[in-house]
C-alpha cells in the first residue's frame, strides 16, 4: 500500500503523476526527451541504460517496466540483451561501448563524482560521442530520482509479468504521455 493516498490500482510513477499532475507532467516530458527524443542512442539502449539503473536500485517496477519497453523496442533477434545484461552485463552480447556506456550508468548509479575520466576515455575508445556519453549519465541521475520517488512513496508494483509486457508495448508504441488526473465525481 502507497504511504499517500495515490489513485487506486495504478501503478509506479503513473499514481504519482496523477496525485501531483503538476510536476507529474514535467516528470513524463523529460521522460519522453530522454527516452524518446532525438539521440545518437537507439530508444533500446536508453530503454535499457534506464533498466540497469534502476535494476542496481532494486527498483523493481522501473526495472521491469522499462525492461519490457527495452525489450519491444529491440529487434526480436536482439531482445535478449535485457535479460543478459540484467544477469551479467559484463558477460552479455551488448556491443563493447554500449557496455562502457552502462559502466558509466553504473558509476552515476553510485555516486556521480564515481565517474572518473578513465571510464570517459574508455568508452571514448570504443567509440561513444560526448552526447552518448551525456545521455547516458543524465538517464542514469534522472533514473536514480525516479526510482527513489517510486519506492520512497511505496507506488504499487504489480508482480505478473503480463502487467508489464502491457507497459512495455505501450511505452514503445506511445512513449510517455502523462496520465490524466482520476475524475472526481
Known amino acids: 500500500m502507497a504511504h499517500i493516498n495515490v489513485p487506486e490500482g495504478v501503478p509506479g510513477i503513473r499514481s504519482l503523476a496523477m496525485f501531483r499532475p503538476d510536476t507529474g507532467q514535467h516528470l513524463y516530458n523529460l521522460a519522453q526527451v530522454l527516452l524518446r527524443g532525438e539521440s545518437p542512442l537507439s530508444a533500446a539502449d536508453r530503454e535499457l541504460i534506464a533498466t540497469y539503473v534502476s535494476h542496481l536500485n532494486n527498483c523493481m517496477f522501473c526495472r521491469n517496466s522499462h525492461a519490457a519497453a527495452a525489450r519491444c523496442l529491440y529487434s526480436p533477434e536482439d531482445s535478449h540483451h535485457v535479460d543478459e545484461v540484467l544477469a551479467d552485463m559484463q558477460q552479455s552480447a551488448v556491443s563493447p561501448k554500449l557496455k562502457a556506456l552502462l559502466h558509466i550508468a553504473h558509476k552515476t548509479q553510485i555516486l556521480g563524482k564515481a565517474v572518473l ?43 505478473d509479468a503480463a502487467a508489464y509486457a502491457a507497459m512495455g508495448e505501450r511505452l514503445s508504441e506511445h512513449g510517455y504521455v502523462t496520465p490524466q488526473p482520476a475524475l472526481k465525481i
Open 117 to 159: 575520466p578513465g571510464d570517459i576515455a574508455a568508452a571514448r575508445d570504443l567509440g561513444a560521442t560526448d552526447r552518448e556519453i551525456h545521455d547516458t549519465v543524465l538517464i542514469a541521475a534522472t533514473f536514480c530520482m525516479f526510482n527513489r520517488y517510486v519506492d520512497g512513496l511505496a507506488t504499487l508494483t504489480p508482480t
